[in-house]
């Protein structure tokens, strides 16, 4: 379970490039007005489009992970990752193609600040709840193998 739950993270972040990236272009740029998307990054910034570019197949491979744990979880009761943490990024990832897919609409609209904020806000909820998860995890990891590496008496 626990190298489970580490490859789970592990894919998390290499995803986080891509799903940074594209919610600063997608929210935090569009808030101010359209625009096309990665158009500027793939001209000024060629090495942080790579990245970008690098890490967006582990962005789809953690909701593929997802999904797949969501399944699991109706099968059975225990599952690898707690059901808040996946339903947090499972959340966000189907938001945010719903809106890389609907941008033309919403961004010329008079929505677009009202979607702009709401994928921040999205994402910021995302970042706090995976982090308060992965640290507190760490913490019982440390304290679980402390216990073990104590000697007998």
Known sequence: MKKAYLTYKFLLLLAIPALFWTSFEMYGLTIFGSQMLFYSISHAYPIIYSIVLLSLPFFFIIALFNIT?????????NIIIPMHVISYVLTFQILHAIALVTYEYWALSGFRVIVCIIG??????????????????????????????APLS
């Not at 969501?70 to 009761?77: E, G, N, Q």
């Not at 921040?120 to 990891?141: D, P, Q, W």
């Open 69 to 77: 744990l969501v399944l699991l979880a109706a099968i059975k009761k």
């Open 120 to 149: 921040l806000v999205s994402l910021v909820i995302v970042t706090i709840g995976c982090y308060k998860e992965f640290a507190t995890y760490n913490k019982v990891l440390k304290r679980d193998s402390a216990k073990n590496a």
